[in-house]
């Protein structure tokens, strides 16, 4: 795998990712479609040593070729060493689940963590599978204190605002007084003038 970072690392790309991904886990800087074509090329699963920050782009890619049990048992391991929103956004982007009922009970079990990204992991599964009927869960993790839990909450609540429920949104952010309050109104306003450019 060594190897593999030596030939595929992209100094410019390590240099944007250090600006915006907070870790402890040194970068290499390999884009990811070289990562997937990279695991695709071995098909199988590959234990890395989770050194580097690619190390788990890489495990996680290749979890895919284990069953949806097998997943999870490493899953549950992994979002231990995870310090940074990048990791937990790809995981929920690239794992897949044949049966989503098998991530739905993993869901279950770590809904009261008091870990910031494993939080995340949670309220972004949850936004990903279930945005139509998750609201009033979500809405019970808007006081943590974690920055990067918030930031998933506000980007709930826009995706709610857009696909399920204007008038929900609107509602409850008349309600609250808080630091998501004006992370998803800015979120909301970004995608609007977004969608206007297009």
């Known amino acids: 795998m060594q190897e593999f970072y030596e030939l595929n690392k992209d100094l410019e790309y390590k240099k944007f990712n250090e600006r915006i991904i907070p870790t402890k886990y040194e970068i290499v800087g390999i884009r990811t479609p070289i990562i997937k074509k990279y695991v695709k090329s071995l098909k199988k699963y590959i234990?890395?040593?989770?050194k580097y920050y690619e190390d788990f782009l890489i495990e996680i890619c290749s979890l895919n070729y284990l069953d949806d049990k097998e997943k999870i048992n490493i899953l549950k391991d992994i979002l231990d060493y995870y310090d940074n929103?990048?990791?937990v956004d790809f995981t929920i982007s690239n794992l897949?689940?044949?049966?989503?009922?098998?991530l739905k009970n993993f869901l279950e079990t770590i809904k009261t963590s008091d870990k910031e990204f494993i939080i995340r992991y949670y309220l972004g599964c949850l936004m990903k599978y279930y945005l139509d009927s998750s609201f009033d869960i979500v809405k019970t993790y808007e006081n943590t204190s974690f920055y990067y839990v918030d930031m998933m909450v506000a980007w709930y609540y826009q995706n709610y605002y857009f696909k399920v429920d204007k008038e929900v949104i609107d509602k409850h952010l008349l309600e609250i007084d808080n630091k998501i309050k004006d992370y998803t109104i800015r979120k909301i306003k970004d995608s609007l003038r977004e969608r206007k450019s297009k």
């Open 47 to 50: 234990k890395t040593k989770r």
């Open 85 to 87: 929103w990048g990791l």
């Open 96 to 102: 897949k689940f044949k049966d989503i009922n098998v």
